[in-house]
């Protein structure tokens, strides 16, 4: 995987050039820079507070290819590496509970074509 420093300042976040090369759905890997400079000591931010970046939709995309660089939960996105690990456990814990319960569903359905 090819990496570059998103910033100076404090925090070296990787960039996944690979994962967002991969993605081909219009995800810019300067706007995964931004979105991770604006999370930057900035604490817990909304999708409304990003807006100059993208619509939510958008950023729910470059958070998806962030390579785990930015978690996502109900308080909104943050930098993993500024959250204690168990703070990271919490709010990634919502995320592995809706995995669970749809490959639940994929069985389900699969079961059905059987």
């Known amino acids: 995987m090819t990496q570059g420093t998103l910033f100076e300042e404090g925090i070296n976040v990787p960039i996944p050039r690979d994962s967002v090369a991969k993605a081909g759905n219009h995800v810019n890997g300067a706007h995964l820079e931004e979105f991770a400079h604006r999370l930057n000591n900035s604490g817990w931010l909304k999708a409304s507070d ?8 958008y950023i729910r995309k470059l958070a998806e290819y962030s390579d785990g660089f930015i978690v996502s939960s109900n308080e909104g996105y943050h930098l993993t590496q500024q959250l204690s690990p168990e703070d990271v456990y919490r709010h ?3 995320l592995h509970s809706q995995a ?6 994929v069985r389900q359905c699969r079961r059905r074509i059987r």
């Open 50 to 57: 990003l807006r100059a970046i993208g619509p939510e939709r």
């Open 92 to 94: 990634t814990e919502r």
């Open 100 to 105: 669970k319960k749809m490959l639940l569903r």
